[in-house]
């Protein structure tokens, strides 16, 4: 899940920097065309990994993005226009600097064509490229990192695909960057270099460590990159640490960001392009609708039920919490929230995420405002109860418990539940633990109304199955 993306980048970052290009002696079962590339070996790949163990610097390590989505330290991507995609190659020199080389195809296969002369002992962000003034011609970004600053440097290069490059080439701009992205924020089919900048605020306040925090939008037109929307953004935040782009609602186009507040809870903003300009649309400025914007932990607003368009990310508590239940205790459930374009943001998607036990239990909407989850006490077994809950008589009724066994005891707890007639039935298995769900019937006390209820609420085993569903493994 998108959550777990800072662990992911962290480790992505460990295993870059311990395995080197099939140079270094580390032990790596794979061979190096599925260390660049991915896991499938082809002549092709092979080819390509022989041609980066050459082009790369005596002792230098792979390394990857902070902001990368692929274990892979080389992307293809055309970045010259002329139809066939170049290697794009992230490493660290054995001074520690870290750099990218450019690899390109041509008839005696794939040759070095330069090596950014940029340099940064400090991270390379990200990278990417995109037809950003609609010529045909793509544009190259790359974000640097910079020491005891808080923003980046991102660059843009325009690459000529028939230049031999004696020198690397230099960027038509040099852009400062807390948080950046590349997206179509106004509707126009074309991207624009969408942005958040952090600079000191008064000098009096410096003690304090206040920033003040803006959004930029940067268009390209007739090879000249120009800042053409500012707008100020909620400063009393600890840092913007996600920014998307792209349609927020039916026809409308923005962003949205969420931010850091105190140790651990979050806030969110959505911005709508109106009128030649970005109004903000959430939180409203009603009082209401502003408390409604922050979140006990963070969130990580996108497309989560990928229907191609942005939501908000609330944490919901689970009804029927304990009234005097530490934070720490609180159930919560993952709730997705868009614009209608005009006034109010309605519920698309509800989901139950349990990080530890690496799965999501997804709500039909049928569940919304009837079903709860609770974790198991410590006398009780499995991983997660299902109930129905009747707000009128304070009233559970159970539906399912999701187990989850480690698959060298599944066989026991197997049959144990055969020997003593359980209901059950077996969900997927996955990384060593088996999980199945344990059916609950209803009791001998439940009114008409209740088993009714029940019958309208209880999935069947096919249906169960496509509401669970594994967390990737990063």
């Known amino acids: 899940m998108k959550r777990q993306r800072w662990v992911r980048r962290i480790g992505l970052r460990v295993i870059a920097a311990i395995c080197l290009l099939g140079i270094t002696g580390c032990q790596y079962t794979a061979t190096p065309a599925d260390l660049l590339l991915g896991p499938r070996e082809t002549p092709e790949n092979a080819a390509l990994a022989a041609a980066v163990r050459d082009a790369l610097p005596a002792r230098a390590k792979l390394s990857l993005p902070d902001q990368d989505e692929a274990m892979s330290a080389v992307r293809k991507m055309d970045i010259d226009g002329d139809g066939r995609k170049e290697a794009i190659v992230t490493f660290i020199t054995d001074s520690e600097d870290q750099q990218v080389l450019v690899l390109k195809e041509g008839s005696d296969g794939w040759q ?19 037809d950003l003034d609609g010529d045909s011609q793509p544009e190259l970004l790359i974000g640097w990192k910079q020491y005891m600053v808080p923003n980046g ?53 410096q003690l304090y460590g206040l920033m003040d925090r803006t959004l930029h939008v940067y268009r390209m037109e007739q090879g000249m990159i120009t800042n053409t929307e500012t707008v100020s953004l909620p400063s009393e935040v600890n840092g913007y640490y996600n920014l ?25 903003i959505m911005l709508a392009w109106e009128n030649g300009g970005l109004v903000q649309v959430y939180p409203s400025r009603s009082s209401s609708e ?44 993952d709730q997705r929230k868009q614009w209608d374009g005009k006034a109010n943001f309605h519920v698309v998607m509800e989901q139950y995420v349990d ?62 539940w055969q020997d003593q007639g359980v209901q059950y039935s077996e969900l997927v298995k996955g990384g060593g633990i088996v999980y199945a769900v344990e059916w609950e019937e209803p009791s001998e006390d439940w009114t008409e109304e209740e088993r009714a209820l029940y019958t309208g609420l209880q999935p069947d085993e096919n249906e169960l199955k496509r509401l669970f569903k594994l967390l990737p493994e990063d």
């Open 355 to 416: 990080y530890a036990g690496r799965y999501a239990l997804r709500f039909p909407q049928t569940w919304y405002d009837q079903v709860t989850v609770r974790r198991p006490k410590d006398e009780e077994k499995g991983q997660l109860y299902v109930d129905i809950y009747e707000a009128a008589s304070d009233k559970r009724l159970p539906l399912f418990v999701i187990h989850s066994t480690p698959l060298t005891d599944w066989h026991v707890l197997e049959q144990a």
């Open 112 to 130: 070095l064509w330069f090596i950014f002369g940029e340099s940064s002992g400090y991270g390379i962000d990200w990278i990417d490229a995109a």
């Open 244 to 268: 998307v782009v792209g349609k927020i609602a039916k026809n409308r186009y923005g962003m949205v960001a969420d931010a850091g507040l105190g140790a651990h809870s979050s806030m969110t």
């Open 153 to 205: 440097i991102l660059n843009v290069y325009q690459i000529q695909s028939e230049k031999d490059y004696k020198v690397p080439p230099k960027p038509i701009a040099e852009l400062e960057y807390t948080s950046a992205v590349l997206g179509d924020i106004d509707g126009n089919q074309r991207s624009e270099i969408v942005l958040i900048r952090e600079e000191q605020q008064a000098k009096e306040d």
């Open 290 to 333: 502003y408390d409604r914007s922050f979140n006990v932990y963070s969130t990580l607003s996108g497309d989560e039920n990928n229907d191609g368009i942005l939501d908000i990310q609330i944490m919901k508590e689970a009804l029927d919490q304990p009234a005097d239940a530490a934070m720490s205790e609180l159930v919560l459930i």
